[in-house]
Protein backbone atom coordinates (compact mmCIF):
# COMPACT_ATOMS: atom_id res chain seq x y z
CA UNK A 1 0.00 0.00 0.00
CA UNK A 2 1.50 3.48 -1.00
CA UNK A 3 1.55 5.72 1.69
CA UNK A 4 2.03 9.61 0.88
CA UNK A 5 4.83 11.40 2.85
CA UNK A 6 3.77 14.36 4.97
CA UNK A 7 5.79 17.35 4.40
CA UNK A 8 8.52 18.35 6.67
CA UNK A 9 7.85 20.36 9.44
CA UNK A 10 9.58 23.24 8.66
CA UNK A 11 6.88 23.92 5.73
CA UNK A 12 4.17 23.34 7.32
CA UNK A 13 5.30 25.88 9.72
CA UNK A 14 6.36 27.93 6.83
CA UNK A 15 2.59 27.72 5.41
CA UNK A 16 1.17 28.49 8.77
CA UNK A 17 3.12 31.97 9.02
CA UNK A 18 2.44 32.90 5.32
CA UNK A 19 -1.35 31.77 6.26
CA UNK A 20 -0.96 33.85 8.98
CA UNK A 21 0.64 36.88 7.65
CA UNK A 22 -2.16 36.93 5.09
CA UNK A 23 -5.06 36.72 7.67
CA UNK A 24 -3.39 39.79 9.36
CA UNK A 25 -3.15 41.79 6.41
CA UNK A 26 -6.41 41.24 5.05
CA UNK A 27 -7.78 42.12 8.72
CA UNK A 28 -6.23 45.65 8.14
CA UNK A 29 -7.44 46.31 5.02
CA UNK A 30 -11.12 45.67 6.19
CA UNK A 31 -10.35 47.50 9.13
CA UNK A 32 -8.86 50.33 7.09
CA UNK A 33 -11.57 50.31 4.69
CA UNK A 34 -14.44 50.57 7.10
CA UNK A 35 -12.82 53.02 9.07
CA UNK A 36 -12.51 55.15 5.49
CA UNK A 37 -16.33 54.60 4.88
CA UNK A 38 -17.12 56.26 8.17
CA UNK A 39 -14.86 58.83 6.77
CA UNK A 40 -16.75 59.42 3.82
CA UNK A 41 -19.94 59.12 5.93
CA UNK A 42 -18.88 63.14 6.74
CA UNK A 43 -16.49 63.85 4.44
CA UNK A 44 -18.65 63.56 1.22
CA UNK A 45 -21.73 65.33 2.64
CA UNK A 46 -19.53 67.89 3.69
CA UNK A 47 -17.83 68.45 0.44
CA UNK A 48 -21.15 68.48 -1.47
CA UNK A 49 -22.65 71.45 0.89
CA UNK A 50 -19.56 73.03 0.46
CA UNK A 51 -18.39 72.30 -3.44
CA UNK A 52 -21.60 73.34 -5.33
CA UNK A 53 -22.13 76.86 -3.58
CA UNK A 54 -18.26 77.86 -3.81
CA UNK A 55 -17.71 76.43 -7.80
CA UNK A 56 -21.40 78.83 -8.68
CA UNK A 57 -19.58 81.66 -6.65
CA UNK A 58 -15.98 81.15 -8.42
CA UNK A 59 -17.99 81.58 -11.57
CA UNK A 60 -19.53 84.47 -10.93
CA UNK A 61 -16.40 86.56 -9.42
CA UNK A 62 -14.78 85.23 -12.58
CA UNK A 63 -17.49 86.30 -14.94
CA UNK A 64 -17.34 89.70 -13.91
CA UNK A 65 -14.25 89.75 -15.13
CA UNK A 66 -12.96 92.26 -12.13
CA UNK A 67 -10.08 89.90 -11.26
CA UNK A 68 -7.05 91.27 -13.03
CA UNK A 69 -7.20 87.70 -15.60
CA UNK A 70 -6.58 88.37 -18.99
CA UNK A 71 -10.34 87.20 -20.50
CA UNK A 72 -8.55 83.94 -21.84
CA UNK A 73 -7.68 82.87 -18.63
CA UNK A 74 -11.06 83.67 -17.30
CA UNK A 75 -12.18 81.78 -19.85
CA UNK A 76 -10.63 78.42 -18.94
CA UNK A 77 -10.94 79.08 -15.20
CA UNK A 78 -14.72 79.25 -15.76
CA UNK A 79 -14.77 76.04 -17.84
CA UNK A 80 -12.46 74.54 -14.81
CA UNK A 81 -14.98 75.53 -12.40
CA UNK A 82 -17.84 74.20 -14.26
CA UNK A 83 -16.78 71.18 -15.43
CA UNK A 84 -15.97 70.74 -11.45
CA UNK A 85 -19.96 72.06 -10.48
CA UNK A 86 -20.66 69.10 -12.82
CA UNK A 87 -18.62 66.99 -10.90
CA UNK A 88 -19.68 67.44 -7.68
CA UNK A 89 -23.15 66.86 -8.35
CA UNK A 90 -22.79 64.10 -11.11
CA UNK A 91 -19.56 61.87 -9.22
CA UNK A 92 -20.21 63.17 -5.89
CA UNK A 93 -23.97 63.82 -4.72
CA UNK A 94 -25.86 61.12 -7.37
CA UNK A 95 -22.91 58.26 -7.17
CA UNK A 96 -20.66 58.33 -4.08
CA UNK A 97 -23.09 59.62 -1.18
CA UNK A 98 -25.59 56.98 -2.96
CA UNK A 99 -22.85 54.05 -2.57
CA UNK A 100 -22.11 55.04 1.20
CA UNK A 101 -25.65 55.28 2.26
CA UNK A 102 -27.10 52.69 0.46
CA UNK A 103 -29.69 51.22 2.78
CA UNK A 104 -31.28 54.51 2.14
CA UNK A 105 -30.59 54.91 -1.97
CA UNK A 106 -32.26 51.50 -2.48
CA UNK A 107 -34.87 52.52 -4.77
CA UNK A 108 -32.09 53.24 -7.08
CA UNK A 109 -32.01 49.80 -7.85
CA UNK A 110 -35.52 50.56 -9.29
CA UNK A 111 -34.31 54.09 -11.75
CA UNK A 112 -32.54 52.08 -14.75
CA UNK A 113 -30.18 54.80 -16.44
CA UNK A 114 -27.07 54.04 -14.67
CA UNK A 115 -24.81 53.68 -18.24
CA UNK A 116 -26.49 56.68 -19.31
CA UNK A 117 -25.39 58.36 -15.61
CA UNK A 118 -21.93 56.42 -16.33
CA UNK A 119 -21.26 58.61 -19.82
CA UNK A 120 -22.13 61.68 -17.92
CA UNK A 121 -19.92 61.30 -15.40
CA UNK A 122 -16.73 59.92 -17.36
CA UNK A 123 -17.32 62.75 -19.97
CA UNK A 124 -17.69 65.83 -16.99
CA UNK A 125 -14.97 63.61 -15.14
CA UNK A 126 -12.36 64.02 -19.10
CA UNK A 127 -13.72 67.61 -19.17
CA UNK A 128 -12.40 68.33 -16.01
CA UNK A 129 -9.02 67.05 -16.16
CA UNK A 130 -8.37 68.05 -20.07
CA UNK A 131 -9.56 71.59 -19.91
CA UNK A 132 -6.29 71.93 -16.84
CA UNK A 133 -4.62 70.48 -19.67
CA UNK A 134 -5.55 73.40 -22.04
CA UNK A 135 -5.05 75.58 -19.69
CA UNK A 136 -1.81 74.77 -19.06
CA UNK A 137 -0.84 74.51 -22.66
CA UNK A 138 -2.30 77.56 -22.85
CA UNK A 139 0.11 79.60 -20.46
CA UNK A 140 2.73 77.18 -21.78
CA UNK A 141 2.19 79.35 -25.47
CA UNK A 142 1.87 83.01 -23.80
CA UNK A 143 5.28 82.46 -21.75
CA UNK A 144 7.18 80.41 -24.34
CA UNK A 145 5.95 81.09 -27.56
CA UNK A 146 5.81 84.78 -27.82
CA UNK A 147 5.31 85.02 -31.35
CA UNK A 148 2.28 83.47 -31.77
CA UNK A 149 0.72 84.40 -28.28
CA UNK A 150 -1.55 86.90 -29.84
CA UNK A 151 -3.06 84.30 -32.49
CA UNK A 152 -3.48 81.59 -29.97
CA UNK A 153 -3.93 83.07 -26.69
CA UNK A 154 -7.32 84.99 -26.77
CA UNK A 155 -10.77 83.99 -26.26
CA UNK A 156 -11.85 83.04 -29.78
CA UNK A 157 -9.09 79.86 -29.53
CA UNK A 158 -9.68 79.38 -26.02
CA UNK A 159 -13.67 78.95 -26.53
CA UNK A 160 -12.78 76.72 -29.44
CA UNK A 161 -10.49 74.57 -27.80
CA UNK A 162 -12.77 74.07 -24.79
CA UNK A 163 -15.88 72.99 -26.95
CA UNK A 164 -13.26 70.61 -28.74
CA UNK A 165 -12.84 68.92 -25.54
CA UNK A 166 -16.00 68.90 -24.28
CA UNK A 167 -16.96 67.03 -27.95
CA UNK A 168 -14.57 64.68 -28.22
CA UNK A 169 -15.02 63.67 -24.42
CA UNK A 170 -18.63 62.95 -24.73
CA UNK A 171 -18.27 60.75 -28.00
CA UNK A 172 -15.12 59.39 -26.03
CA UNK A 173 -17.27 58.00 -22.83
CA UNK A 174 -20.64 56.83 -25.75
CA UNK A 175 -19.05 52.94 -25.29
CA UNK A 176 -20.24 53.12 -21.51
CA UNK A 177 -23.66 53.29 -22.59
CA UNK A 178 -23.48 49.66 -24.35
CA UNK A 179 -21.06 47.94 -22.08
CA UNK A 180 -22.35 49.05 -19.03
CA UNK A 181 -25.93 47.93 -17.83
CA UNK A 182 -28.99 50.59 -16.94
CA UNK A 183 -28.72 49.02 -12.90
CA UNK A 184 -27.00 50.35 -10.45
CA UNK A 185 -24.55 48.22 -8.44
CA UNK A 186 -24.32 50.70 -5.62
CA UNK A 187 -20.41 49.45 -4.89
CA UNK A 188 -17.32 51.14 -4.78
CA UNK A 189 -15.67 49.27 -7.92
CA UNK A 190 -14.09 50.96 -10.43
CA UNK A 191 -17.55 51.19 -11.80
CA UNK A 192 -20.66 51.44 -10.38
CA UNK A 193 -23.24 49.88 -12.55
CA UNK A 194 -23.91 46.22 -13.30
CA UNK A 195 -21.63 44.49 -16.50
CA UNK A 196 -23.46 44.08 -18.95
CA UNK A 197 -23.30 40.21 -19.77
CA UNK A 198 -20.04 38.90 -21.36
CA UNK A 199 -18.29 41.92 -21.40
CA UNK A 200 -16.14 41.75 -18.53
CA UNK A 201 -14.74 39.31 -20.13
CA UNK A 202 -14.02 39.98 -23.88
CA UNK A 203 -11.03 41.55 -24.98
CA UNK A 204 -12.61 44.75 -26.42
CA UNK A 205 -13.77 45.32 -23.33
CA UNK A 206 -10.33 45.11 -22.37
CA UNK A 207 -8.91 47.34 -24.56
CA UNK A 208 -11.66 50.01 -24.42
CA UNK A 209 -10.97 50.20 -20.21
CA UNK A 210 -7.32 49.88 -20.35
CA UNK A 211 -7.39 52.85 -23.16
CA UNK A 212 -10.17 54.76 -20.92
CA UNK A 213 -7.32 54.95 -17.79
CA UNK A 214 -4.54 55.59 -19.98
CA UNK A 215 -6.01 59.00 -21.45
CA UNK A 216 -7.33 60.28 -18.34
CA UNK A 217 -5.43 60.45 -16.48
CA UNK A 218 -2.12 58.87 -17.48
CA UNK A 219 -1.69 60.73 -20.53
CA UNK A 220 -2.78 64.31 -19.07
CA UNK A 221 -0.07 63.67 -16.34
CA UNK A 222 2.82 63.22 -18.81
CA UNK A 223 1.57 66.89 -20.63
CA UNK A 224 1.24 68.38 -17.61
CA UNK A 225 4.92 67.31 -16.14
CA UNK A 226 6.83 67.91 -19.59
CA UNK A 227 4.78 71.56 -20.50
CA UNK A 228 5.75 72.62 -16.98
CA UNK A 229 9.06 71.60 -16.71
CA UNK A 230 9.44 73.54 -20.36
CA UNK A 231 7.93 76.50 -19.02
CA UNK A 232 9.99 76.04 -16.12
CA UNK A 233 13.29 76.31 -17.88
CA UNK A 234 12.10 79.34 -20.63
CA UNK A 235 11.39 81.19 -17.58
CA UNK A 236 15.03 80.72 -15.89
CA UNK A 237 16.66 81.48 -19.19
CA UNK A 238 14.35 84.29 -19.60
CA UNK A 239 15.16 85.79 -16.17
CA UNK A 240 18.83 85.71 -15.97
CA UNK A 241 18.97 87.69 -19.69
CA UNK A 242 16.62 89.86 -18.84
CA UNK A 243 18.63 90.39 -15.13
CA UNK A 244 21.75 90.74 -17.30
CA UNK A 245 20.62 92.98 -19.55
CA UNK A 246 18.56 95.40 -16.59
CA UNK A 247 22.13 95.50 -14.96
CA UNK A 248 23.87 96.56 -17.56
CA UNK A 249 21.37 99.51 -17.83
CA UNK A 250 21.58 102.80 -16.15
CA UNK A 251 18.61 104.34 -14.30
CA UNK A 252 16.70 101.62 -15.36
CA UNK A 253 13.75 100.97 -12.10
CA UNK A 254 14.20 98.29 -9.83
CA UNK A 255 11.09 96.41 -10.58
CA UNK A 256 10.50 94.29 -13.65
CA UNK A 257 6.90 94.42 -14.33
CA UNK A 258 7.06 91.86 -17.42
CA UNK A 259 8.55 89.55 -15.23
CA UNK A 260 6.34 90.76 -11.93
CA UNK A 261 3.42 89.39 -14.62
CA UNK A 262 5.07 86.12 -15.58
CA UNK A 263 5.51 85.02 -12.08
CA UNK A 264 2.01 85.62 -10.99
CA UNK A 265 0.76 84.20 -14.31
CA UNK A 266 3.28 80.83 -13.00
CA UNK A 267 2.62 80.38 -9.51
CA UNK A 268 -1.39 80.35 -10.58
CA UNK A 269 -0.16 77.91 -13.56
CA UNK A 270 2.15 75.57 -11.14
CA UNK A 271 -0.49 75.81 -8.05
CA UNK A 272 -3.80 74.48 -10.25
CA UNK A 273 -1.05 71.37 -11.62
CA UNK A 274 0.27 70.68 -8.56
CA UNK A 275 -3.17 70.16 -7.15
CA UNK A 276 -4.68 68.26 -10.13
CA UNK A 277 -1.15 65.95 -9.49
CA UNK A 278 -1.46 65.58 -6.03
CA UNK A 279 -4.77 64.21 -5.63
CA UNK A 280 -5.25 62.31 -8.61
CA UNK A 281 -1.78 60.38 -8.38
CA UNK A 282 -3.37 57.43 -6.01
CA UNK A 283 -6.52 57.29 -8.23
CA UNK A 284 -4.11 56.53 -11.43
CA UNK A 285 -1.71 54.02 -10.04
CA UNK A 286 -4.72 52.30 -8.48
CA UNK A 287 -6.48 52.61 -12.08
CA UNK A 288 -3.76 51.34 -14.11
CA UNK A 289 -3.03 48.43 -11.21
CA UNK A 290 -6.18 47.16 -11.66
CA UNK A 291 -6.33 46.71 -14.95
CA UNK A 292 -2.90 45.38 -15.30
CA UNK A 293 -3.92 42.97 -12.77
CA UNK A 294 -6.54 41.77 -14.78
CA UNK A 295 -4.29 41.26 -17.67
CA UNK A 296 -2.17 38.70 -15.78
CA UNK A 297 0.40 41.20 -14.39
CA UNK A 298 -0.23 40.00 -10.36
CA UNK A 299 3.13 41.77 -9.50
CA UNK A 300 2.05 43.70 -6.41
CA UNK A 301 -1.08 43.45 -4.48
CA UNK A 302 -3.35 46.98 -4.03
CA UNK A 303 -5.64 46.65 -1.44
CA UNK A 304 -9.23 48.19 -1.37
CA UNK A 305 -8.88 50.89 0.62
CA UNK A 306 -6.29 52.79 -1.90
CA UNK A 307 -9.22 53.05 -4.43
CA UNK A 308 -10.90 54.35 -1.62
CA UNK A 309 -8.26 57.07 -0.90
CA UNK A 310 -8.13 58.09 -4.80
CA UNK A 311 -11.89 58.51 -5.00
CA UNK A 312 -11.78 60.57 -1.88
CA UNK A 313 -8.78 62.76 -3.31
CA UNK A 314 -10.06 63.30 -6.64
CA UNK A 315 -13.41 64.46 -4.85
CA UNK A 316 -11.35 66.80 -2.89
CA UNK A 317 -9.96 68.40 -6.17
CA UNK A 318 -13.39 69.21 -7.29
CA UNK A 319 -13.25 72.18 -4.23
CA UNK A 320 -9.85 73.19 -3.57
CA UNK A 321 -9.66 75.36 -7.08
CA UNK A 322 -11.46 78.48 -5.45
CA UNK A 323 -8.82 78.26 -2.27
CA UNK A 324 -5.78 78.47 -4.98
CA UNK A 325 -6.85 81.69 -6.75
CA UNK A 326 -7.74 83.28 -3.00
CA UNK A 327 -4.67 82.39 -2.11
CA UNK A 328 -2.14 83.46 -4.80
CA UNK A 329 -4.84 86.15 -6.29
CA UNK A 330 -5.64 89.41 -4.57
CA UNK A 331 -7.80 90.93 -6.76
CA UNK A 332 -9.90 87.18 -6.56
CA UNK A 333 -9.73 87.83 -2.87
CA UNK A 334 -11.39 91.31 -2.65
CA UNK A 335 -14.31 89.96 -5.67
CA UNK A 336 -14.47 87.05 -3.05
CA UNK A 337 -15.50 89.14 0.16
CA UNK A 338 -17.68 91.78 -2.42
CA UNK A 339 -19.53 89.26 -3.53
CA UNK A 340 -19.97 86.96 -0.52
CA UNK A 341 -21.03 89.93 1.75
CA UNK A 342 -23.53 92.13 -0.93
CA UNK A 343 -26.23 90.05 0.80
CA UNK A 344 -25.60 91.11 4.24
CA UNK A 345 -24.99 94.83 2.91
CA UNK A 346 -28.17 95.03 1.42
CA UNK A 347 -29.55 93.54 3.98
CA UNK A 348 -29.01 95.78 6.32
CA UNK A 349 -29.22 98.53 4.01
CA UNK A 350 -33.34 97.65 3.56
CA UNK A 351 -33.35 97.28 7.98
CA UNK A 352 -32.60 100.62 8.03
CA UNK A 353 -34.72 102.02 5.66
Known amino acids: MWVTPSPPAGIEIGRSTEMLKMAMSLLIDRQITNFLTEVQAVLYPTLAVIGVPVNLLTIVILC?????????????????????????????ILRHIPIVYREQ????????????????????????????????????????????????????????????????????????????????????????????????????????????????????????LLLNNLT???????????????????????????????????????????????????????SVWWRMWALGHESVWLPEFVLEMGFMLQLVSCCTNTCIYAVTQAKFREEFRNVVTYPITVFIKFIKR
Open 232 to 286: IRHVLVASRARRRLRGNSIGEPTSDPEMENRRKSIILLFVISANFILFWTTFMVY
Open 64 to 92: RGKCGLSKCVTCYLVAMAAADLLVVIIDL
Open 105 to 224: FTFLYNIHVCNIHAVLLYAATDCSVWFTVSFTFDRFVAICWQKVKDKYCNVKIARAVLGTVTVLSGLKNIFWYYMLSPIYWLINFPWFCEVRSGIMESQVWTTIEFLHNIFTPCVPFVLI
